[in-house]
């Protein structure tokens, strides 16, 4: 970095000499900072409080020998003793911006959030602060910013916080200037994110599901027809490729019941399994039976089996969690597009159906709209199979329990892609009368503008046969855990912030959450 630049204004310079004169500090003294310094952060050290009183004596009109002592004194718990100083600091230096910067932590440690600007100026600026200054360090620059960054994060207004932030990305000399108030501003972002979603969730219009399976269900599996099936109980995703080609080669007709029993008794043992894995742990190789009878009936293009399989995702979110966790909205999509190839008007009633959970009809609708992308020819087709779709959702009321305003926005991000903006006459009115959430698009709007963009990217996913997506699925399972190993390492508290040395050095950044400033903010990230 460059020893001057010009932000917001003013001048920021990593020269150490130009406030000298200004903070009284002589030749001999500006030897002695760095030791002083390193020395009054020192607990070890039981001289340094003395010389720095001594000193204080000696030079009484350089702030900065105060401020050190405010420091040694925090630094060994005498937290009495650095309050006191430091408003002595303020009494007779009340510009001295680490004198101010100090009293806007205490009152930061003590949530007296208001006070903060009392401290630091209304405005939280530092050229507000100073209006005749042209001229900053960066450690002033930085410690300023630092606290303004936390006041706004403090009081949820993160796009004051984000500003102040940018500034101080754009001037620290290091990583570790920022990486408290990183976590702080991280943290918000998740809380605003989180009160974002809060008030989107008040206005969604959500269905009542079907209720949960009874609980006097059977424990025994059903009598399958073929015996191999069996298998299915016994393995996870690593189902030999030989096993699967066995019963792939099984007669069709019953094995199509087969597989259908396989995804009802997913549905009439539910609590017989969810009582195993509460007292024994989720078993991967014998609770993965629904996802291959599932995928199965994809690779067999099973579409006489439909019935079957959107009675099983017409259950409640429950039990399609519990059996298919995230392939519910990462892969399974893939064995809807096999059996819905032939003819996609077969999914309409399913999309109608009341009370059936989002994410099981996202699925479908992204089917459809892969189904399109892989077949450019069928456009026509798709555009009047969605047009009719929404033209009834919009002359179709909420008591109806069919409508779902997140469902409703996915379903128009998947068509959009694949018809682009054939669609928008149909799509309007579902905005109008507000039955799009925004967990797609923020507005009509955005979706149009995005429908037009020439540079937007493909959604075209790649189709696989059940062996290579069993393989891809493995695979990219294992990727995840060896990155997820190799990211684990251990958090580090921070010490409490310190204002640096007229010679520019890096200091402790603030992160207290308590009165004493010295709890990290790791606890507020897992909250």
């Known amino acids: 970095m460059s020893n001057h630049i010009v932000i917001c204004g003013y001048t920021i310079t990593a020269d150490p000499s130009f406030q000298d004169e200004r903070v009284r500090v002589t030749p001999w003294l500006k030897e ?250 989720w078993d991967d190789d014998c609770m993965k039976f629904p996802v291959h009878a599932l995928f199965l009936l994809g690779e067999l293009r099973a579409t006489e089996s439909l019935p079957v399989v959107f009675e099983f995702f017409s259950q409640h979110e429950e039990v399609l969690d519990f059996w298919f966790s995230d392939y519910l909205t990462e892969i399974n999509w893939e064995p809807f597009y096999y059996l819905l190839e032939k003819d996609i008007s077969l999914a309409r009633d399913f999309l109608l159906n009341p009370g059936v959970y989002t994410y099981a009809k996202t699925e479908v609708v992204t089917a459809i709209a892969q189904v399109v992308l892989h077949n450019p020819e069928r456009k026509a087709e798709a555009t009047e199979f969605f047009n009719s779709l929404f033209h009834e959702f919009a002359k179709t009321g909420i008591r109806s329990n069919v409508i779902d305003s997140d469902f409703i926005a996915y379903a128009i991000g998947d068509a959009a892609e694949a018809i682009d903006p054939l669609l928008l006459p149909a799509i309007k009115p579902l905005f109008e009368i507000g039955y799009v959430s925004t967990v797609s698009y923020k507005s009509y709007d955005a979706l149009v503008k995005h429908c037009h963009n020439p540079d937007r990217l493909s959604p075209l996913k790649p189709l696989l046969n059940i062996y290579d997506r069993y393989d891809d699925i493995n695979n990219s399972w294992n990727e995840y855990m060896e990155e997820l190993n190799e990211s684990r390492y251990p958090f580090e508290n921070h010490t409490p912030f310190i204002a640096p040395p007229k010679t520019g050095r890096n200091d402790p950044c603030p992160c207290g959450s308590g009165i004493k400033y010295k709890k990290c903010c790791l606890d507020k990230l897992n909250e």
Request: proline fraction near 4%; include cysteine.
């Open 32 to 281: 002695q900072m760095e030791r002083l310094f390193l020395e009054s952060r020192d607990k070890k050290n039981r001289k340094i409080i003395g010389e720095l009183k001594d000193l204080i004596v000696q030079f009484p009109d350089t702030p900065i020998l105060k401020n050190y002592l405010t420091v040694a004194y925090f630094i060994r718990s005498k937290f009495d003793e650095s309050r006191k100083m430091n408003q002595e600091l303020l009494r007779v230096h009340p510009d001295y911006l680490f004198g101010r910067i100090n009293l806007a932590f205490e009152y930061f440690g003590n949530g007296a959030f208001e006070k903060m600007t009392e401290a630091l100026g209304e405005k939280m600026e530092l050229k507000a602060l100073y209006p005749d200054r042209k001229l900053f360090h960066f450690s002033e620059v930085t410690a300023y910013y630092k606290v303004a960054v936390l006041y706004f994060c403090a009081i949820h207004d993160l796009e004051a916080a984000e500003k102040r932030y940018e500034i101080l990305e754009a001037v620290a000399h290091e990583d570790e200037d920022i990486e408290a108030v990183t976590k702080y501003i991280e943290a918000e972002r998740l809380y605003a994110a989180g009160e974002k979603y809060s008030e989107e969730e008040k206005v969604k219009i959500k269905v009542i599901q079907k209720k949960l399976p009874h609980r006097g269900q059977k424990a025994a599996p059903p009598d399958f027809i073929h015996p191999q099936i069996h298998w299915l109980y016994e393995e996870n995703l690593n189902i030999s490729h030989s096993k699967l080609r066995i019963i792939t080669s099984l007669p069709r007709e019953s094995l199509l019941k087969d597989l259908e029993a396989v995804l009802l008794d997913a549905v009439q043992r539910y609590y017989f399994f969810r009582k195993k894995e509460a007292l024994a742990g």
